[in-house]
């Protein structure tokens, strides 16, 4: 280890920054359970079910980019996400959503970065939407509405019912690429 470290070839980063994301949603019923059941199944209608999830917090990098779901993704990689679940029980309901916004400079008008807020629970879609309303403007103007101004909210919203004995909601922003800042 000592070698490598005195080889000069040393390459020192930063914290890595979430780059391109894709929105994906879904739903999921199962008689069996929860994790292995309702919970992998909305994955599969995400799209995202071959991948290992990994959660984050509710912010967003000014580079970062909306893209087209990949085709494929790599079975049992791993998938950074900012991601709103919901688990219930047969009859009733979970509904999911995910509010993002842009904070644009008021002097400059450049983006310096976006808010995301989550939500889940027993709601109807209307009342979901006031939720994830209420959140991202109690986050805007808690340090923000000063400098910035708060643009292009964007909500993605899911919900069910299940017939069957387990349901689960799923809502994400699923993270493909990264920048690496190189420390010099």
């Excluded at 019923?29 to 994790?35: A, M, R, V």
């Excluded at 199944?41 to 071959?50: P, S, V, Y």
């Excluded at 990689?77 to 509904?95: D, F, P, Q, Y």
């Amino acid at each position: 280890m000592r070698k490598f470290l005195e080889s000069g070839v040393n390459i020192v980063t930063g914290c890595r920054i979430p780059k391109d994301y894709f929105v994906a949603t879904g739903t999921g019923e199962s008689d069996i359970t929860i994790h292995a059941g309702s919970y992998h199944l909305a994955l599969r209608k995400c799209g995202i079910e071959m991948c290992n999830i990994i959660t984050y917090s509710s912010i967003l990098p000014k580079i970062a980019t909306e893209i087209e779901k990949p085709k494929q993704l790599v079975h049992g990689s791993v998938l950074e996400s900012i991601m709103a679940v919901c688990h219930t029980k047969k009859g009733n309901r979970a509904t999911v959503g995910i509010i993002y916004g842009w904070l644009h400079n008021r002097k400059t008008t450049e983006i310096f970065g976006g808010l995301v807020c989550e939500h889940n629970g027993d709601y109807s879609l209307e009342e979901i939407d006031a939720l994830l309303q209420a959140s991202i403007h109690e986050l805007y103007i808690n340090g923000f509405e000063e400098d910035y101004e708060l643009k292009n909210k964007t909500i993605i919203k899911e919900s069910l019912i299940p017939q069957k004995n387990f349901g689960t909601a799923i809502a994400a922003l699923c993270f493909t690429s990264y920048l690496y800042p190189v420390i010099q």
